[in-house]
């Protein structure tokens, strides 16, 4: 009997262990690592500080190398020469940044220039929270993995001379400045200075600090700092002019741009060494607490399982059924790198740098960072409301901290520095779209007092520029930048403020920002049916050509994109739009040109909801069905290039994710969706008690799978239309979707 009770308990684990797997075996980190999708293959834990990243994109070896052109990402699938692994690392965004705190196994004789004992390398393997690959030069087997806070390596060296390397003077962009200091033959800590995202604001640089611990005492250990060229007299002088010092057992702090440290071991055998790596944008000192807290006693392997299974757990929040197993990976790989950013910024104790003075606060939370709203406003937070509505509960609250800290919301923040990146006000999007879909644990009038801050203070205000004009006017003329784009995206947050306001039952703001709202119909040209930039109120800009701007062409009044790819980009208005076009069929017959003249750019955010938008004229929403599923088998693809281009921090994921289970967000900020034809037959949304009634949101499609759709059911009951509101779908909904030719 107790031998039958052992074995049932045995196959229970055994079974356990399989379904562990099951959600994160469908993960390919490979999507998005060519075609300039900028994701990343290395370790890293869900929302970690930390990943590990292989670094391939320095040296004329490779295709794309970093100095030669605007690169944002450390790893691109087509190159083949590796100098390193990162420690800190973005994913997905369209500037460079990070990819810094560069270690590198090698063999044989110490040789600090990256572009000297770089290496090929083959057999790579990523999944969540795992990979690794083998250094053709040196016969090493590199494997990594990583909790929120550290970065974990594991060597496997052959037999005799081996090296580690630390590389402090190698990093993504070329701003410099670090610290090293060997503290022991099994660790060593410092700095890298980093910052100027865009090669912008390079006065607002900041440190990340680190701690390595090495599993093996180095027999030898040294730093090295590569000296500056001198000229003239004084150059002659000095024995070391332009060349690398090399400083053996050297343990006082080095500081400098080009440096790093070195630890040579003399192997008899096969040997593994560890390397776990503590991260910190506060101090040493937390970046020491955080390794050995996330780490202290667990070897990699039982890294690895850990940081598995925390992926695996998020990912199981939507199981879906039916499909093929590249419908399955291209899906559940875009839902993990929604779950890279935004990330965590704070310490194991709570400690993190605050915005504008970068002193030391602390929360009981998590701080998150990388808040890219300009694309993430439009899909990602809706889904983390939707699916993981506790995280998105405290983003809201670090973009009040933020508030608090520096007096304004996040535009695009990075790392408690705001890099005012892109054009409009969107953080008030997501604050309102949060609230109105039932997330209500955070201060609601801090938050409105926010908004409407950012929307009404006309001097010295960082998130609406022209907002003189825009209030005095309406709307932007050409002297602003981007004057058409700007003017519809500071409509949209009107729109959502509006929302809020009716809400909260502020009826005479409500009025205000409302009408706000629609003033991009000043821009409407009915000739053209299409926005058209302003010199003054009474004067068109002439020449007008609605194409220029295509491929990131320089053009006036619109920002990244031309006035096609904008025109139907006022989702909280497609009403007063279709008005505007002379009705229904104008309004659909413009919008078709858009995907017959090829004027749609999937890769951009502007006009990503486009799809969606034949949803409003009856008749037409088989369109919507049509697009959907030809964009997504022609863009998304279970390959390295199967994203349509940069996945800007998991906005063309979020896209994806949303129209393979059949609803889309499209008009931020109201809690509602729109309904397409679902690519699985059945999908579970396991929602959250703390936040909704219902325990599961099931949608299910039924009939033939090439066909449109005939009948829509919520809860078994007939529902009308193309449209469905959040709180029908999280009280526990069924929504079946029934297709026939």
Same mark, same amino acid.
């Given at each position: 009997?107790?031998?039958?009770?052992?074995?049932?308990?045995?196959?229970?684990?055994?079974?356990?262990?399989?379904?562990?797997?099951?959600?994160?075996?469908?993960?390919?980190?490979?999507?998005?690592?060519?075609?300039?999708?900028?994701?990343?293959?290395?370790?890293?834990?869900?929302?970690?500080?930390?990943?590990?990243?292989?670094?391939?994109?320095?040296?004329?070896?490779?295709?794309?190398?970093?100095?030669?052109?605007?690169?944002?990402?450390?790893?691109?699938?087509?190159?083949?020469?590796?100098?390193?692994?990162?420690?800190?690392?973005?994913?997905?965004?369209?500037?460079?940044?990070?990819?810094?705190?560069?270690?590198?196994?090698?063999?044989?004789?110490?040789?600090?220039?990256?572009?000297?004992?770089?290496?090929?390398?083959?057999?790579?393997?990523?999944?969540?929270?795992?990979?690794?690959?083998?250094?053709?030069?040196?016969?090493?087997?590199?494997?990594?993995?990583?909790?929120?806070?550290?970065?974990?390596?594991?060597?496997?060296?052959?037999?005799?001379?081996?090296?580690?390397?630390?590389?402090?003077?190698?990093?993504?962009?070329?701003?410099?400045?670090?610290?090293?200091?060997?503290?022991?033959?099994?660790?060593?800590?410092?700095?890298?200075?980093?910052?100027?995202?865009?090669?912008?604001?390079?006065?607002?640089?900041?440190?990340?600090?680190?701690?390595?611990?090495?599993?093996?005492?180095?027999?030898?250990?040294?730093?090295?700092?590569?000296?500056?060229?001198?000229?003239?007299?004084?150059?002659?002088?000095?024995?070391?002019?332009?060349?690398?010092?090399?400083?053996?057992?050297?343990?006082?702090?080095?500081?400098?741009?080009?440096?790093?440290?070195?630890?040579?071991?003399?192997?008899?055998?096969?040997?593994?060494?560890?390397?776990?790596?503590?991260?910190?944008?506060?101090?040493?000192?937390?970046?020491?607490?955080?390794?050995?807290?996330?780490?202290?006693?667990?070897?990699?392997?039982?890294?690895?399982?850990?940081?598995?299974?925390?992926?695996?757990?998020?990912?199981?929040?939507?199981?879906?059924?039916?499909?093929?197993?590249?419908?399955?990976?291209?899906?559940?790989?875009?839902?993990?790198?929604?779950?890279?950013?935004?990330?965590?910024?704070?310490?194991?104790?709570?400690?993190?740098?605050?915005?504008?003075?970068?002193?030391?606060?602390?929360?009981?939370?998590?701080?998150?960072?990388?808040?890219?709203?300009?694309?993430?406003?439009?899909?990602?937070?809706?889904?983390?409301?939707?699916?993981?509505?506790?995280?998105? &509960?405290?983003?809201?609250?670090?973009?009040? #901290? *933020?508030? +608090?800290? $520096?007096?304004? %919301?996040?535009?695009? =923040? @990075?790392?408690?520095?705001?890099?005012?990146?892109?054009?409009?006000?969107?953080?008030?999007?997501?604050?309102?779209?949060?609230?109105?879909?039932?997330?209500?644990?955070?201060?609601?009038?801090?938050?409105?007092?926010?908004?409407?801050?950012?929307?009404?203070?006309?001097?010295?205000?960082?998130?609406?520029?022209?907002?003189?004009?825009?209030?005095?006017?309406?709307?932007?003329?050409?002297?602003?930048?981007? &004057?058409?784009?700007?003017?519809?995206?500071? #409509? *949209?947050? +009107?729109? $959502?403020?509006? %929302?809020?306001?009716? =809400? @909260?039952?502020?009826?005479?703001?409500?009025?205000?920002?409302?009408?706000?709202?629609?003033?991009?119909?000043?821009?409407?040209?009915?000739?053209?049916?299409?926005?058209?930039?302003?010199?003054?109120?009474?004067?068109?800009?002439?020449?007008?050509?609605?194409?220029?701007?295509?491929?990131?062409?320089?053009?006036?009044?619109?920002?990244?994109?031309?006035?096609?790819?904008?025109?139907?980009?006022?989702?909280?208005?497609?009403?007063?739009?279709?008005?505007?076009?002379?009705?229904?069929? $104008?309004?659909?017959?413009?919008?078709?040109?858009?995907?017959?003249?090829?004027?749609?750019?999937?890769?951009?955010?502007?006009?990503?909801?486009?799809?969606?938008?034949?949803?409003?004229?009856?008749?037409?929403?088989?369109?919507?069905?049509?697009?959907?599923?030809?964009?997504?088998?022609?863009?998304?693809?279970?390959?390295?290039?199967?994203?349509?281009?940069?996945?800007?921090?998991?906005?063309?994921?979020?896209?994806?994710?949303?129209?393979?289970?059949?609803?889309?967000?499209?008009?931020?900020?109201?809690?509602?969706?729109?309904?397409?034809?679902?690519?699985?037959?059945?999908?579970?949304?396991?929602?959250?008690?703390?936040?909704?009634?219902?325990?599961?949101?099931?949608?299910?499609?039924?009939?033939?799978?090439?066909?449109?759709?005939?009948?829509?059911?919520?809860?078994?009951?007939?529902?009308?239309?193309?449209?469905?509101?959040?709180?029908?779908?999280?009280?526990?909904?069924?929504?079946?979707?029934?297709?026939?030719?």
């Amino acid at each position: 009997m107790t031998k039958n009770k052992f074995l049932i308990v045995a196959l229970l684990a055994c079974h356990c262990i399989s379904n562990a797997q099951e959600f994160t075996s469908y993960v390919n980190p490979f999507i998005g690592t060519s075609n300039f999708g900028a994701t990343n293959p290395g370790a890293i834990a869900p929302r970690g500080m930390v990943s590990v990243s292989p670094f391939n994109v320095s040296g004329k070896q490779n295709i794309l190398e970093k100095d030669s052109r605007w690169l944002s990402n450390p790893y691109v699938h087509e190159n083949t020469f590796l100098t390193g692994f990162s420690h800190v690392n973005l994913s997905g965004v369209g500037c460079p940044d990070l990819g810094v705190i560069l270690f590198m196994p090698t063999t044989g004789k110490v040789e600090t220039n990256h572009l000297l004992y770089g290496s090929t390398y083959t057999d790579e393997i990523a999944k969540p929270g795992y990979y690794s690959t083998n250094l053709d030069r040196y016969n090493i087997k590199v494997e990594t993995t990583a909790t929120t806070r550290t970065g974990v390596s594991k060597y496997t060296f052959p037999k005799g001379e081996s090296n580690i390397l630390l590389n402090l003077g190698l990093g993504l962009t070329n701003e410099q400045g670090a610290s090293i200091k060997i503290v022991s033959s099994t660790e060593i800590e410092g700095m890298r200075t980093v910052g100027s995202f865009c090669y912008y604001k390079p006065e607002e640089a900041y440190p990340v600090y680190f701690v390595a611990k090495f599993s093996e005492p180095a027999d030898d250990f040294g730093v090295w700092k590569k000296m500056n060229i001198y000229h003239g007299i004084e150059g002659k002088w000095m024995p070391y002019n332009g060349k690398t010092r090399l400083k053996k057992r050297f343990r006082k702090e080095v500081v400098g741009d080009s440096i790093g440290s070195y630890f040579k071991y003399h192997f008899d055998k096969t040997t593994q060494v560890e390397i776990k790596v503590g991260v910190s944008y506060v101090s040493i000192e937390n970046a020491r607490e955080n390794l050995e807290k996330e780490t202290e006693n667990l070897s990699f392997e039982d890294i690895y399982k850990k940081t598995s299974l925390e992926w695996n757990t998020l990912l199981s929040k939507i199981k879906v059924e039916g499909g093929t197993k590249d419908d399955k990976t291209i899906f559940y790989t875009a839902l993990y790198h929604t779950l890279i950013h935004p990330n965590t910024l704070n310490d194991y104790n709570g400690e993190y740098p605050s915005m504008a003075t970068r002193e030391t606060l602390k929360t009981s939370e998590t701080r998150f960072t990388v808040f890219s709203f300009w694309d993430t406003y439009r899909n990602l937070h809706s889904l983390m409301s939707l699916v993981y509505p506790k995280q998105q &509960s405290n983003m809201v609250k670090s973009m009040l #901290n *933020i508030y +608090d800290e $520096s007096g304004w %919301l996040p535009k695009w =923040e @990075l790392n408690a520095t705001e890099t005012t990146t892109m054009v409009g006000d969107p953080a008030g999007i997501v604050l309102a779209d949060t609230y109105l879909k039932g997330i209500r644990d955070f201060d609601i009038d801090k938050a409105y007092e926010a908004m409407v801050k950012s929307a009404s203070q006309l001097d010295n205000n960082p998130l609406r520029p022209g907002i003189k004009e825009y209030i005095s006017t309406g709307y932007l003329t050409t002297k602003n930048s981007g &004057s058409v784009s700007t003017t519809q995206e500071y #409509n *949209i947050s +009107d729109f $959502s403020i509006a %929302l809020l306001a009716k =809400e @909260l039952g502020k009826k005479e703001d409500y009025k205000r920002f409302s009408k706000r709202s629609i003033s991009y119909r000043n821009f409407f040209d009915k000739k053209l049916k299409l926005l058209r930039p302003k010199k003054d109120a009474q004067t068109w800009y002439t020449p007008f050509d609605p194409l220029a701007g295509d491929n990131f062409t320089k053009n006036i009044g619109f920002i990244e994109g031309n006035s096609w790819q904008y025109t139907f980009m006022v989702t909280h208005d497609t009403k007063g739009l279709i008005k505007l076009m002379g009705g229904k069929n $104008s309004f659909a017959n413009q919008l078709q040109k858009v995907f017959d003249e090829d004027h749609f750019d999937m890769a951009n955010e502007p006009d990503i909801g486009y799809p969606f938008l034949f949803n409003y004229v009856k008749g037409k929403e088989w369109k919507t069905q049509k697009l959907v599923k030809e964009l997504v088998r022609e863009y998304f693809k279970n390959t390295p290039d199967g994203l349509p281009g940069n996945d800007d921090t998991g906005t063309m994921s979020a896209w994806l994710v949303y129209s393979m289970m059949g609803i889309y967000p499209i008009s931020p900020g109201e809690p509602s969706y729109t309904i397409t034809a679902p690519m699985f037959d059945k999908i579970t949304v396991e929602l959250d008690s703390r936040y909704y009634k219902g325990k599961t949101l099931v949608i299910t499609k039924e009939g033939d799978k090439d066909g449109f759709i005939r009948k829509i059911q919520l809860n078994n009951n007939t529902h009308k239309g193309y449209f469905i509101e959040h709180s029908d779908l999280v009280n526990g909904a069924k929504l079946n979707i029934i297709l026939e030719n």
